[in-house]
C-alpha cells in the first residue's frame, strides 16, 4: 500500500505542518474542504442518500469509562436527529480488537462505523485487507461539515486519490508527572519547552532518584519514572528504530533495522538500567502486579510516566494535581503521534446512513465539540483549538500558552505511529514483546535481547 504522491514517508512532514492547527489556526492554512475535493477529482461516483426506512447500524468502540457517556449522549442525539436509524453500540477491549475484527472481516459480519487505529494493528493493516470504504465521494458530497478539520490532517488517510478516514484526534506523546510528589521531594517541575536541551533524559534520571522512595516495599515503594511506550517508540525517542523508512513507505515491514541502527541499543539499555541498575523504574513484573490494583501513576506508584496523549483524560480521575512535559531531550529524537480517524467499513450495508453518524461524531459544534469536552482528547478540528488550550489548563493548573507550547512541540517533534504505518502490526509487536519482556525483568541481557528480536522478526517473512 503506497500513496501516490503523499507517501506514509512524508507524514513526518505532513504532521510538523500541522502546526498551523493548534499554533496558527488563523493563519490562512487551507481547510480540508479543498484537499477532499483535489482527491475528489477523477472519482465520479455518487454518495448514495440515506434510506428512509428504519436501519441498523454498528459503531464499534473500545471498552472506555472515559467515554461511555459520550458514545450514549452521541446515539441519542443522532437517533433523534435521524429517527429512522437506530444505533447499535458494540464495546470491545482494546486488547481483544484486533482478533475480533479480523473474524468479523472474514465473516463479513463488520461493524458499520469504527477506527482502524484503535488496536496493535492499525489503517495500514485494516486499509491492505481491503475492509475500508472509499469515503470521497461523500467527503465530496459534503465538503462544508469538514472545512475546519485541517488538510493536512486529511490527507494522511488519502491514498491514490481517494479517502479512507475522517480525523477525530491528534494527540502526541508525552511525560505526565505528579506534583505532589514533586513537591514532596523539594524537584522542580519539568519544562515545557521541547527545545530545552538541558531537559534531557539524564536530568530525568536525575529527578527520578529522588522522586523514589521504599522500593523494594510492595505496599509503600514509589517509583520514579515508567516509560509504558513500546520497545521501538522508546527506541525512537533516542533517534533510533527498529524498521527502515521504507517500510513506513510501502506499510511492509521488510528487512528490519533493530542490530544496524545504533541508538537501538542506546534506548533499550537507558531503560534497562532505569530498572536494573538505579532502581528507579518498575520491571514488568512489578507493572503488572500494580496494574491489578490500578493504573501505576493514578495509585501515586509512579511519580513520571511518559505516555501518549491519551493521559490527558485517563488521569483526569486522579486524587492529586499532575502537570505535562516533553519527552527529554536528545539528538534525533522523535515522538510518537496518534491521529485516529472514523472509518466505514467497505462491506457495509448501510454506508450512507454510517456516513451520517460520522459527521454527526465530527460535528466541531456538536459530537467534536462533545468529545473534546468530556474526554480532554486533542482534536483534530482547528475550530477547538483555543477552547482544548483553556480546558486542559484548567485541568491541571497550567497556564494556556504551555499547553500550546507544549502541544505544538510534539507535533513538531512527532511523526505517526509505527503501528498505523506498518501492515500486520499486531503480529510485530507480539513478537517483539515476547522478547523485550525479559529483557526489561533482566532474564536476557540488551544485546541477546535485540538480536533474539532481530531474527524473530525476520523469520516472520511478512511481505
Aim: proline residues 5%; contains cysteine.
Amino acid at each position: 500500500m503506497r500513496r501516490k504522491g503523499k507517501p506514509f514517508a512524508l507524514l513526518a512532514v505532513t504532521m510538523i505542518l500541522t502546526t498551523i492547527l493548534y499554533g496558527c489556526s488563523g493563519s490562512g492554512a487551507k481547510p480540508a474542504a479543498s484537499g477532499a475535493d483535489t482527491a475528489a477529482k477523477g472519482n465520479d461516483t455518487a454518495a448514495a442518500a440515506p434510506s428512509k426506512d428504519k436501519v441498523e447500524i454498528t459503531w464499534l468502540v473500545r471498552t472506555d469509562p472515559n467515554m461511555i457517556d459520550w458514545e450514549k449522549e452521541m446515539i441519542d442525539g443522532f437517533q433523534k436527529e435521524h429517527p429512522n436509524i437506530t444505533v447499535k453500540l458494540e464495546q470491545i477491549p482494546q486488547a481483544e480488537i484486533d482478533q475480533r475484527l479480523t473474524t468479523m472481516i472474514a465473516s463479513g459480519k463488520v461493524p458499520d462505523v469504527w477506527s482502524s487505529n484503535w488496536a496493535n494493528s492499525g489503517f495500514a493493516t485494516y486499509k491492505k485487507m481491503g475492509a475500508l470504504l472509499d469515503l470521497t465521494p461523500y467527503v465530496k458530497k459534503d465538503q462544508a461539515a469538514l472545512s475546519t478539520i485541517n488538510q493536512n490532517i486529511m490527507n494522511i488517510y488519502q491514498i491514490d486519490g481517494k479517502i479512507y478516514g475522517i480525523p477525530m484526534l491528534s494527540i502526541g506523546s508525552f511525560l505526565f508527572y505528579n506534583k505532589e510528589l514533586f513537591d514532596k521531594a523539594g524537584v522542580p517541575y519539568p519544562t515545557v519547552n521541547w527545545d530545552d536541551t538541558s531537559w534531557n533524559f539524564q536530568k530525568m534520571l536525575e529527578n527520578a532518584k529522588k522522586l523514589s522512595s521504599d522500593i523494594g516495599n510492595a505496599d509503600k515503594q514509589v517509583f520514579g519514572v515508567f516509560n509504558s511506550m513500546s520497545a521501538n517508540l522508546q527506541s525512537w525517542m533516542f533517534g533510533g528504530d527498529f524498521f527502515k523508512p521504507e517500510a513506513y513507505t510501502s506499510a511492509v515491514m521488510g528487512e528490519p533495522a533493530v542490530l544496524t541502527n545504533k541508538a537501538n541499543k542506546e534506548a533499550i539499555q537507558f531503560n534497562v538500567d532505569l530498572i536494573q541498575k538505579e532502581k528507579v523504574a518498575p520491571n514488568q513484573t512489578t507493572i503488572d502486579a500494580v496494574s491489578a490494583i490500578g493504573d501505576p501513576f493514578l495509585t501515586g506508584r509512579v511519580a513520571m510516566v511518559i505516555n501518549g496523549g491519551w493521559g490527558f483524560w485517563a488521569y483526569q480521575p486522579a486524587k492529586f494535581k499532575w502537570g505535562v512535559a516533553p519527552i527529554p531531550y536528545h539528538d534525533g529524537r522523535k515522538i510518537a503521534l496518534f491521529v485516529d480517524p472514523w472509518n466505514i467499513s467497505a462491506k457495509s450495508k448501510h454506508p450512507a446512513e454510517s456516513w451520517e453518524l460520522i459527521k454527526y461524531l465530527v460535528d466541531p459544534k456538536n459530537g467534536g465539540k462533545k468529545f473534546m469536552e468530556k474526554t480532554s482528547a486533542t482534536p483534530a478540528d482547528t475550530s477547538l483549538a483555543e477552547q482544548w488550550y483553556k480546558q486542559i489548563a484548567d485541568k491541571t493548573g497550567m497556564k494556556i500558552e504551555d499547553i500550546k507550547t507544549l502541544n505544538e512541540g510534539a507535533i513538531k517533534n512527532g511523526r505517526e505511529a509505527d503501528n498505523h504505518l506498518i501492515d500486520k502490526f499486531s503480529v510485530i509487536s507480539n513478537t517483539i514483546n515476547q522478547t523485550i519482556a525479559g529483557v526489561w525483568n533482566g532474564q536476557k541481557s540488551v544485546d541477546d535481547g535485540l538480536a533474539e528480536i532481530d531474527k524473530n522478526l525476520r523469520s516472520l517473512n511478512l511481505k
